[in-house]
């Protein structure tokens, strides 16, 4: 052991103690920098030679020691697009490299980052506070499913959403056993029925019926709710539904049909209230039967406005006939699958990770899904500008898919513990000073060795 090993032993100590104050100075800095994660320090001795009777002073190495799988605070943000991951993985997004003519230019890679304070720019990107671009996949407006499974850049269209043709009616309801209509009379038998021979002018069947009955018809059947339908350009249609009961069946089994009125306005002999053509018969227990979970309105027109063929979903034994006391028809679901066109008003995260779009006609439509990616080696990813990653050999390709959940409206804060970095600055500065000591020591030593000759 020579003096001049112990200062050169000593030297590389002040470096790895000043590279430990680096990462140390850089994790301060970054306290408050969404997203980032900290680096610590981990230290690695070489040795110059050793055996069980003789060991000579070797050196000492700093390397990062990088806390890109450690979660950071999630803390609420008051922006519907900002997000944070709960859990492992990353955003996919790409960097932005020029702009030509008024058109942002990207560089083609993927880069991946925990930094989540996304906002959508003039050009209806979503970016985040250090300008990088988010992806993901393009939502199906029809099947509500996701297009393709390779993420693009997520890019808000600001047209008008396109009016949606009613295809499709919801509806579930009780009828009572023993309807309360104008004209029922627990004293009469079948006063509650709408038949044929009640009309006049006679009808020859229960079709349609013409305004000069209406009044007929109204005081014989039960209010069954409105919907409002619309057509291929969005113009509403208020379609009124009225239960009739047409018959008792013996055994307790009983049969309603259902109609829908399709003209305010007509008079005399014109249509003003259509059967949908399908009857529900029940038995005794109160249950369709045969089932009916569906039936076709053929060519539905309210006041002129066509909504072509409307399937009415009822679903399995959602039309029932129990005992009621009001004896008045109770609609538990009515609703469709339509709506008007309608101007983009703002977007949103919702919490399965979707960017979703609210429009002036109130509708809520998934735009985007946002792509999480993960990686076998999250600590060897290399480290860039902006809290940003890229993928190495060492970290191994990105999986799409799968990860941690996306939590709306919030953003996740840097790991970084101030109170632990400055016990590690303390330990750290002491650590260099005892170096510095060493090579004071091994100097004042030296000169006393050289002084021997005097």
């Known amino acids: 052991m020579s003096f001049f090993g112990s200062m050169t032993t000593a030297l590389t100590g002040i470096r790895a103690q000043s590279s430990a104050l680096g990462h140390i100075s850089d ?23 050793s055996t069980s009777r003789n060991h000579l002073p070797g050196a000492v190495l700093a390397a990062p020691s990088f806390t890109n799988g450690v979660q950071g605070s999630i803390d609420a943000s008051e922006v519907p697009t900002h997000m944070a991951i709960n859990g492992e993985g990353f955003f996919v997004v790409s ?3 020029a702009t030509i003519d ?9 880069y991946y980052t925990r930094r989540g304070d996304f906002s959508m720019d003039k050009y209806g990107y979503l970016v985040n506070g250090a300008g990088y671009t988010l992806q993901g996949l393009t939502i199906d407006p029809t099947t509500g499913n996701p297009i393709g499974d390779v993420p693009g850049r997520i890019q808000i269209n600001r047209d008008f959403l396109a009016a949606r043709t009613t295809s499709n009616i919801d509806y579930k309801a009780n009828l009572p056993a023993w309807p309360k209509t104008a004209n029922a009379d627990a004293g009469i038998p079948n006063s509650e029925l709408l038949t044929v021979n009640r009309f006049t002018p006679a009808l020859a069947d229960l079709s349609v019926i013409s305004a000069d009955n209406e009044d007929i018809f109204l005081n014989n059947s039960l209010s069954g709710g409105a919907v409002t339908g619309y057509d291929s350009l969005g113009a509403p249609a208020n379609v009124q539904f009225r239960w009739a009961k047409i018959d008792n069946g013996a055994g307790g089994g009983d ?3 259902l109609f829908y009125k399709t003209n305010d306005a007509a008079t005399g002999a014109q ?10 018969a029940f038995d005794a227990q109160g249950r369709l039967d045969p089932p009916v979970d569906s039936t076709t309105i053929t060519g539905l027109t309210v006041n002129g406005i066509s909504l072509g063929n409307v399937v009415l979903n009822h679903g399995a034994s959602n039309i029932t006939q129990f005992q009621d006391d009001n004896g008045t028809v109770k609609t538990t679901a009515l609703d469709q699958n339509g709506y008007p066109s309608g101007e983009l008003v703002s977007i949103a995260v919702s919490e399965n990770g979707r960017i979703t779009g609210t429009y002036s006609n109130g509708k809520t439509v998934d735009l985007a899904e946002v792509t999480l990616a993960r990686f076998n080696a999250p ?5 860039l500008d902006g809290t940003a990653f890229a993928a190495t050999q060492d970290s191994g390709e990105a999986m ?7 939590i709306a409206s919030a953003r996740e804060a840097s790991n970084v513990d101030i109170a632990d970095e400055f016990s590690k600055l303390i330990v750290t500065q002491q650590a260099y000073t005892a170096g510095t000591r060493i090579v004071t020591a091994s100097d004042e030593l030296i000169r006393e060795t050289l002084n021997m000759k005097r």
């Open 379 to 383: 600590d060897k990813l290399k480290r």
């Open 27 to 49: 994790n301060i800095a970054n306290s408050q920098t969404v997203g980032f994660k900290r680096t610590d320090t981990r230290f690695q001795d070489i040795v110059t030679a």
């Open 95 to 97: 960097a932005r490299v």
């Open 271 to 280: 249509d003003k209230w259509v059967n949908v053509g399908q009857s529900y």
């Open 102 to 110: 008024g058109n942002p230019v990207f560089d083609g890679v993927n």
């Open 400 to 406: 799409l898919g799968g990860g941690g959940d996306i």
């Open 255 to 257: 049969t309603w049909q």
